[in-house]
């Protein structure tokens, strides 16, 4: 039995076949848990999405921003833009159990091996949040997403603020800032306020900002992390703290990380990727 985290998707189907062929991936014996972005601006996201149905519990998937993104052009809370390569799962036939599915799907997860804890989120964590809080605060949206309330949820999802956390934060406000916080979020000030408009590697930090990470006195820091979503980032091994977008749909690799008999005892594998979009 072995466990593994795999990076960014974005409808790469064919990487995705490859990166679990050259791991050697077991239905029946390893777990697979799969960082958000499973979908969009790749060239096929309803066969990653039919992949991962076929293989029920052994592949465990987040949900990520272009995830969010296809539920919400699904109930025309939003209109495709040029870049998204959605129609795949929008015009085909199962579509209706392909997004059930994906409604379904989590924003945060963590998985218990050998006595210690991997939390996984698709973007990262506010300062402010412990790795219970975060589980805690991703169910609330995940209880939205599996309700009747998902379109006019998905209608009042998109925006920038509020910009950061706050305890006494009450209906779509609340659940707004958890969604970018999970799934959006790469740099943040040091009281936690997040921001949504630079792209850049964390190395190039807008002032006053630093990646969310860094932040001093941030609460999940005792915990090991694994996330993606930022493939200027690239590749991240830290003790604590594994970031494994690494620019699949770009032309760069998909890649995974196989735990040994502890979270500490850690493979990288990847397999490179054509690229699928052009940057701009």
């Known amino acids: 039995m072995a466990i593994y985290c795999i990076g960014d998707i974005q409808g790469c189907d064919s990487a995705l076949g490859r990166l679990l062929d050259t791991i050697g991936f077991s239905a029946s014996r390893d777990t697979v848990y799969l960082l958000g972005d499973l979908v969009n601006r790749g060239p096929d996201s309803a066969a990653v999405l039919r992949r991962c149905m076929q293989q029920g519990d052994a592949i465990r998937c987040l949900l990520g921003n272009h995830d969010l993104h296809l539920l919400a052009a699904a109930h025309g809370a939003r209109k495709p833009s040029r870049r998204d390569t959605l129609a795949s799962v929008l015009d085909a036939p199962d579509r209706s159990a392909l997004l059930e599915w994906l409604r379904h799907q989590p924003l945060a997860r963590s998985h218990e091996h050998s006595g210690q804890t991997l939390l ?20 609330e949206v995940q209880d939205v997403l599996r309700s009747p309330d998902l379109p006019a949820f998905l209608h009042a999802m998109y925006g920038n ?120």
């Open 120 to 139: 996984m989120v698709h973007a990262g964590v506010v300062p402010a949040w412990s790795a219970a809080d975060t589980l805690a605060r991703a169910q």
């Open 161 to 280: 603020t509020p910009d950061h956390w706050d305890d006494a934060l009450t209906g779509t406000d609340r659940l707004r800032v958890i969604v970018n916080a999970l799934t959006r979020m790469r740099f943040c000030s040091s009281g936690g306020v997040m921001d949504f408009e630079s792209t850049e590697s964390a190395s190039a930090a807008p002032e006053g900002l630093m990646p969310w990470f860094d932040v001093p006195g941030r609460r999940t820091a005792g915990n090991l992390m694994a996330f993606g979503h930022w493939s200027t980032l690239g590749w991240l091994n830290r003790s604590d703290l594994l970031g494994l977008d690494t620019g699949c749909v770009w032309g760069g690799c998909l890649s995974a990380v196989r735990f040994g008999k502890t979270l500490a005892d850690r493979e990288l594998l990847q397999v490179h990727c054509e690229q699928a979009l052009q940057p701009g």
